[in-house]
T-cell receptor, first 110, second 115 residues
Framework: SQQGEEDPQALSIQEGENATMNCSYK?????LQWYRQNSGRGLVHLIL?????REKHSGRLRVTLDTSKKSSSLLITASRAADTASYFC??????????FGTGTRLLVSP | SAVISQKPSRDICQRGTSLTIQCQVD?????MFWYRQQPGQSLTLIAT?????????ESGFVIDKFPISRPNLTFSTLTVSNLSPEDSSIYLC????????????FGPGTRLTVT
């Protein structure tokens, strides 16, 4: 399978704490994208990091990419209850298709 | 960004029947994608649909089971045929953003339960 792996599978934290999710992928990439899915609904694009970038920030999100290890991490700082969702990484190999990771279920408790 | 709607949002179908899912986009797009998300799992690409050509199916998915239509640049349908309980999933359509980064915009999904 081409699917990437994410860990942890599930993460439970308190509001205000930071949440870190990791993603590993299998092929060379054009970019690595992160998506959020609330309760079995559609996915929302969060942030994208290109293969020649090592770190990117967007608001409370920080993404890192290590192409030598074929891995990426997503950090959500100062988590809120509204951040409760599933988070998926998606590898773009230069064509228009995305290969999604297995996902991390994040629960942020008030 | 594109706004995508799907119909129905959910359905319960009997074994052996079929369900057709509609995906409508508020702007013209070249490529549309159909995904399956089995319970508690990640997304698996079923096929890519270009307007005016046959859909391109991923390994493990066949046209007889998942026929797709793409009659114009804003609309597509996915039919899941000869339903079995294993087809119980969320089905999502998405469109390419049209920029060089290949981000995708997703519809809200159709939750199918087969009894």
């Amino acid at each position: 399978s081409q699917q990437g792996e994410e860990d942890p599978q599930a993460l439970s934290i308190q509001e205000g704490e930071n949440a870190t999710m990791n993603c590993s992928y299998k092929t060379s990439i054009n970019n690595l994208q992160w998506y959020r899915q609330n309760s079995g609904r559609g996915l929302v694009h969060l942030i994208l990091i290109r293969s020649n970038e090592r770190e990117k920030h967007s608001g409370r999100l920080r993404v890192t990419l290590d192409t030598s290890k074929k891995s990426s991490s997503l950090l959500i700082t100062a988590s809120r209850a509204a951040d409760t969702a599933s988070y998926f990484c998606a590898a773009n190999t230069g064509f228009q298709k995305l290969v999604f990771g297995t996902g991390t279920r994040l629960l942020v408790s008030p | 960004s594109a706004v995508i709607s799907q119909k129905p949002s959910r359905d319960i179908c009997q074994r052996g029947t079929s369900l057709t899912i509609q995906c409508q986009v508020d702007s013209q797009v070249t490529m549309m994608f159909w995904y399956r998300q089995q319970p508690g799992q990640s997304l698996t690409l079923i096929a890519t649909a270009n307007q005016g050509s046959e859909a391109t199916y991923e390994s493990g998915f066949v046209i007889d089971k998942f026929p797709i239509s793409r009659p114009n640049l804003t609309f597509s349908t996915l039919t899941v045929s000869n339903l079995s309980p294993e087809d119980s999933s969320i089905y999502l359509c998405s469109v390419d953003s049209g920029n060089s980064h290949y981000e995708q915009y997703f519809g809200p999904g159709t939750r199918l339960t087969v009894t």
